[in-house]
């Protein structure tokens, strides 16, 4: 746990380093470089939306014991992620375009809605009495989830006009290399920093679950 | 009056303090407010006026203020606190004013949320439509005071004793539905336990 906080600060401050003074300054001026912070933040969101389907499947098709709980800590993980990209997002389409929000971008739209249905989750997840009951209803919902995320990514392809811009095209990436390896860092980082908070809160969910036991135990 | 702003203020801060350790209510009230907001932006037509917004939102948190206070009262219930809370020696009104103050700080903290996800999703906010939005956040905590009594009238009629005075008792008391002294749950209880020890 240590090592792995370790590396996710060098890589996170390898790649504040790299944003802020290797990548060179885009026509649109510095708001650009929150790309760099938004598209790796959006991408984690996806991959732990995935890793939450990923431990739901595996608990409803091998009754793995300890998949419930990592697949509820995923999708926290992915929320809070989520969240950040929201943010993000507004604030770099504000600096940019001059609008927070629009409506008519499907990309803008579905991944709010997948967000939207992941903060349901935790609804459903505490109005239930724990159990495998619980366990099972939160993993179908999770993987009803993570159906939404092909959605969201065909979706900019898809759409005849969008606002959200494309980087990624299938002729690959669209920007310079200096700039693309600034981006793999700083979705390395990110990826890192989610798998700390991950194995980090998995750590104290199960703790409290041990001092749960003990305390019955005692009583 | 000073020591019935202390009964209040230690009521309202049991609610927020019970809030903060289960966090139960506060993610259930922002999440409709936002889902509400999406919802809404779609029902709007495009044409529509940035009028039948704001009135939108005023929708929106009326609603989220009944989400907040359907689930005020479920820790009593659910535990039969009820009977504690209305033994304890402050007047009654201080309870249905603790419980006002502890929804309202949940809707303020539901809003903090809501207005900048409304001057996203519609159009700007301007620092008038902040205080314009209090109103009906400080309505929908008026609502729930007028529905108080007949919520605590409610949950004494159904109360663990099941003896037949007890009940014959709390009826009488829902009709009235006015605050009691804090004199009478107490002679009830204890009129209660002597009853059910008689009949062991």
């Not at chain 1, 470089?33 to 608990?59: N, R, S």
């Not at chain 1, 092909?150 to 920007?175: D, E, K, N």
């Not at chain 2, 037509?45 to 039948?52: C, E, I, R, V």
Request: with cysteine; charged share 15%.
């Amino acid at each position: 746990m240590t090592a792995l906080a370790g590396l996710t600060a060098v890589l996170l401050g390898s790649a504040v380093a790299l944003i802020f003074f290797y990548a060179p300054v885009d026509e649109d001026g510095l708001n650009q470089k929150i790309f760099y912070f938004h598209v790796p933040i959006a991408l984690t969101a996806y991959v732990c939306f995935g890793w939450g389907a990923l431990k739901a499947f595996l608990h409803l098709w091998k009754r793995v014991p300890t998949a419930d709980l990592e697949s509820y800590v995923a999708i926290h993980q992915g929320v809070i992620f989520g969240a950040m990209t929201l943010v993000t997002g507004s604030i770099w389409a504000r600096f940019r375009w001059g609008h927070w929000w629009v409506w008519g971008d499907e990309q803008l739209v579905l991944f709010l809605v997948l967000f939207l249905f992941y903060c349901a989750y935790f609804m459903l997840r505490f109005s239930v009495d724990a159990g495998p009951q619980r366990a099972n209803l939160c993993a179908v919902y999770a993987l009803f989830g993570v159906v939404l995320i092909p959605i969201s990514f065909l979706a900019i392809r898809l759409a005849s006009s969008y606002i959200h811009p494309t980087v990624f095209t299938s002729s690959g990436p669209q920007m310079a290399t200096s700039q693309f390896a600034t981006f793999c860092v700083a979705w390395a980082a990110m990826i890192s920093l989610a798998y700390f908070f991950y194995r980090f809160e998995l750590a104290g969910k199960r703790l409290a679950a041990d001092l749960k036991e003990l305390r019955e135990l005692l009583a | 009056m000073r020591r019935y702003a202390t009964d209040v203020a230690v009521l309202a801060r049991k609610d927020l303090t019970l809030e903060l350790r289960a966090r139960d209510t506060l993610p259930a009230m922002l999440l409709f407010v936002v889902s509400a907001l999406v919802v809404f932006h779609f029902a709007l037509p495009k044409s529509s006026s940035g009028l039948a917004a704001k009135g939108l939102l005023w929708v929106a948190i009326v609603f989220t203020a009944l989400v907040g206070l359907t689930r005020a009262f479920v820790p009593e219930r659910e535990q039969r606190l009820i009977d504690g809370l209305l033994l304890a020696p402050c007047d009654r009104s201080a309870i249905w004013l603790g419980k006002s103050v502890a929804v309202l700080a949940f809707l303020a903290a539901a809003e903090v949320v809501a207005l900048p996800a409304y001057a996203a999703f519609f159009s700007g906010i301007g620092w008038s439509t902040i205080p314009t939005s209090s109103w009906p956040t400080s309505g929908s905590s008026r609502w729930e005071r007028c529905s108080l009594p007949s919520r605590l009238s409610a949950a004494r009629a159904s109360c663990c004793c099941p003896c037949s005075s007890c009940r014959s008792r709390s009826r009488s008391w829902s009709a009235a539905s006015a605050p009691a002294s804090p004199g009478a749950p107490r002679a009830t209880l204890v009129s209660c336990a002597s009853t059910t020890s008689s009949l062991r």
